[in-house]
């Protein structure tokens, strides 16, 4: 496994002032409360990185919701090996776990919709699961009703997420965790990850994955990097880019950065820019 770390750099020598930095940092600490963490990274060098107490650089810290990136990116990398398409839909799956009657808008959900939230259900679904979902979360997962036809509208669900897991799992035999620890892990020197798995011992996909902020720094350079990392391809660039461009509105949120669009499991922002997002501010 490569253990390099990220180099690092005098932000001025990347053309970011060390006063800006500075200043930042001390509204950021009088401002947010609890800030567990934070790394400034530009042309790839951390310019500045600060945790505090009892948080260090060595502590693993739960991503919650930015977990959902990097189940995206695990389909991502099963599409590209030809294990599966945005367009086969879900049923095609789990022909075992089938309700009796299949309705045509659970017929008509595909990966992408799953990926993209727009599955045609008009709640998020997680917590049924967790309330109702027994030890076969797919199962309960499709006998949920689905009200619209997929495609629209936007609806954040954490249970399409697990979806994602429980099909990379299906075609692989493998979690998202041991799947993508020599795909993504380990390539990117990412020591020790853990994911939290639902019953059955599928990986939660959309919460539960718990790893360093440098390691989440690096994610975020491979993505900035369009799926390159020291000269090894892990991720096509054409995933890189669908994945974080928008696929589907979500303008009915109220605040500014929380309705530039979604992509693939990443939110867009403003500025044309995009982000992986976990409660709490991860």
């Excluded at 810290?61 to 959902?68: D, I, P, R």
Aim: aromatic share 10%.
């Amino acid at each position: 496994m490569n253990f390099i770390p990220l180099p690092r750099a005098v932000p001025e020598s990347q053309g970011v002032s060390s006063k800006a930095v500075s200043s930042f940092l001390a509204a950021a600490d009088a401002g947010i409360r609890e800030l567990h963490s934070f790394m400034l990274l530009r042309h790839g060098r951390v310019l500045a990185e600060s945790w505090w107490h009892p948080y260090a650089p060595h502590r693993p810290h739960m991503l919650f919701s930015l977990s959902k990136s990097f189940a995206s990116t695990a389909v991502g990398m099963a599409v590209a090996e030809g294990r599966l398409s945005v367009d086969d839909t879900l049923i095609s799956f789990f022909p075992d776990d089938l309700p009796k009657k299949v309705s045509p808008n659970l017929a008509a959900m595909k990966v992408r919709h799953l990926l993209s939230m727009v599955t045609g259900q008009s709640a998020d679904t997680v917590e049924q699961l967790h309330r109702r979902g027994g030890s076969n979360w797919v199962r309960s997962f499709l006998a949920m009703p689905v009200e619209n036809v997929p495609g629209t509208p936007f609806v954040y669900n954490s249970g399409a997420s697990f979806m994602l897991s429980a099909i990379v799992q299906k075609l692989t035999g493998q979690t998202l965790l041991e799947y993508l620890r020599p795909r993504l892990f380990e390539p990117l020197g990412i020591q020790n990850p853990t994911w939290e798995s639902a019953p059955g011992g599928i990986n939660c996909g959309g919460w539960g994955l718990s790893i360093t902020t440098g390691d989440i720094a690096k994610f975020g350079q491979l993505y900035l990097q369009k799926g390159v990392w020291n000269g090894q391809r892990l991720l096509l660039e054409d995933w890189v880019t669908a994945a974080t461009s928008k696929q589907v509105s979500n303008d009915t949120n109220k605040e500014v950065d929380w309705k530039q669009g979604y992509g693939y499991q990443f939110w867009r922002c403003q500025h044309n820019a995009y982000r992986g997002d976990g409660a709490f501010g991860q």
